[in-house]
């Protein structure tokens, strides 16, 4: 699993999720910064990991 902060200039968005080839990926951004939550966990794991840390970050 990991977990990245993107240092890019983007719009504050909610958390939204998907996933790609059996990797669940939640995102959001917030702050001019992109978050990026992902693994082999279910998609559901996923967007509630992101959902916690969206509160902090």
Request: proline content about 2%; hydrophobic content about 45%.
């Amino acid at each position: 699993m990991v977990f990245c902060i993107l240092d890019k200039s983007e719009q504050d968005a909610p958390v939204k999720s998907e996933t790609r080839e059996g990797v669940a990926v939640a995102s959001w951004a917030r702050g001019g910064r992109g978050f990026l939550v992902g693994g082999r966990i279910s998609e559901a794991r996923a967007t509630q990991l992101a959902e916690a840390l969206a509160t902090r970050f």
